[in-house]
């Protein structure tokens, strides 16, 4: 199994959809958690970190579950802009090196 | 510096010669990583310093790869006698290395190399 999981997608939806996105990992250690965005022919910037009671940001909601080892994504009122690849990125407690999900491509479409 | 900096943006070599490529990370950050993608594919970790310490290699697919960094600036990646397969985007990223928010990585825009 395969430390941090992703479905590549794609996920194909119309402009103001609503679209979740998960991630698990396999390490229960684990301790840091962040959704990235890869824009195509670009490097990885960061989205949100995720926190163990969730956070929002505008448009966007992270939420941790740590009994079933899941992060998720959540975005409303999908823009074209939204279109790109999500990585989910998972660090374990006393290690500095991230593992990072393959990526989820979503595509946002008039 | 504003960000992470990597040059050159774009390396075109033979198959055989030796490149080199240079990053630039964010002052402060003591932390640098270096990550490869290949076209359509995810990050594969290949090498992390941090600070003076030894240098975490386990990632680097041979020993034509090697990589240097003097304290807490300036590294460099070097793969010698370049094969087709090492034709790929080499991203580089830089982090305060601290618990949380900390572990957060700011990459660079990449050096796109091609192995002709």
């Known amino acids: 199994r395969k430390e941090v999981e992703q479905d590549p997608g794609p996920f194909n939806v119309p402009e103001g959809a609503t679209v979740a996105f998960n991630c698990t990992y396999s390490?229960?250690?684990?301790?840091?958690f962040f959704w990235y965005r890869q824009d195509c022919r670009k490097e990885p910037k960061l989205l949100m970190s995720v926190y163990s009671s969730g956070n929002e940001d505008g448009r966007f909601t992270a939420q941790l579950n740590r009994a079933s080892q899941y992060i998720s994504l959540l975005i409303r009122d999908s823009k074209l802009s939204d279109s790109a690849t999500y990585l989910c990125v998972v660090t374990t407690g006393g290690s500095y090196i991230p593992t990072f999900g393959r990526g989820t491509s979503l595509i946002v479409h008039p | 510096g504003a960000g992470v900096s990597q040059s050159p943006s774009n390396k075109v070599t033979e198959k055989g010669k030796d490149v080199e490529l240079r990053c630039d990370p964010i002052s402060g950050h003591t932390a640098l990583y270096w990550y490869r993608q290949r076209l359509g594919q995810g990050l594969e970790f290949l090498i992390y310093?941090?600070?003076?310490?030894?240098?975490?290699k386990s990632g680097l697919p041979s020993d034509r790869f090697s990589a240097e960094r003097t304290g807490e600036s300036v590294s460099t990646l070097t793969i010698q006698r370049t094969q087709q397969e090492d034709s790929a985007v080499y991203l580089c990223?830089?982090?305060?290395?601290?618990?949380?928010?900390?572990?957060?990585?700011?990459f660079g825009a990449g050096t796109r190399l091609s192995v002709l």
């Open positions: 990223a830089s982090s305060l290395a601290r618990g949380g928010v900390g572990n957060i990585q700011y």
């Open positions: 310093f941090q600070g003076n310490s030894a240098p975490d």
């Open positions: 390490n229960s250690a684990s301790q840091s």
